[in-house]
Nanobody, 122 residues
Framework: QVQLVESGGGLVQAGGSLRLSCVASGGVFDMYAMGWFRQAPGKEREFVAAISRTGSSTYYAESVKGRFGISRDNAKNTVYLQMNSLKAGDTAVYYC???????????????WGQGTQVTVSS
């Protein structure tokens, strides 16, 4: 059983930056591809970014490409989401998720964190 704990959310002005972190425990971290998702009020959860087990491959939603960066530190059991040039439309609860072995670009992940709120004021 893998536990995921996100942190780093908060309130930021449009154009600003935040870095989210997600610490994993209870499993062998480098056996899992990791993803970030978000859910805005009244909307379905959507894919944001994903990273392969070694970090050699990354994937992004079109809406965040060029503004967000996903990375991981397997020695620290941590995945990050660097968010730059934030927009009001990025306001959502952000979740990290773990998928055994293979990267997925949909919601079919094995484990999920509780989420961290990101609010971007315009």
């Amino acid at each position: 059983q893998v536990q995921l704990v996100e942190s780093g959310g908060g309130l930021v002005q449009a154009g600003g930056s935040l870095r989210l972190s997600c610490v994993a425990s209870g499993g062998v971290f480098d056996m899992y591809a990791m993803g970030w998702f978000r859910q805005a009020p009244g909307k379905e959860r959507e894919f944001v970014a994903a990273i392969s087990r070694t970090g050699s491959s990354t994937y992004y939603a079109e809406s965040v490409k060029g503004r967000f960066g996903i990375s991981r530190d397997n020695a620290k059991n941590t995945v990050y989401l660097q968010m730059n040039s934030l927009k009001a439309g990025d306001t959502a609860v952000y979740y990290c998720a773990a998928k055994y072995l293979l990267v997925q670009l949909d919601n079919s992940y094995d484990y999920w964190g509780q989420g961290t709120q990101v609010t971007v004021s315009s």
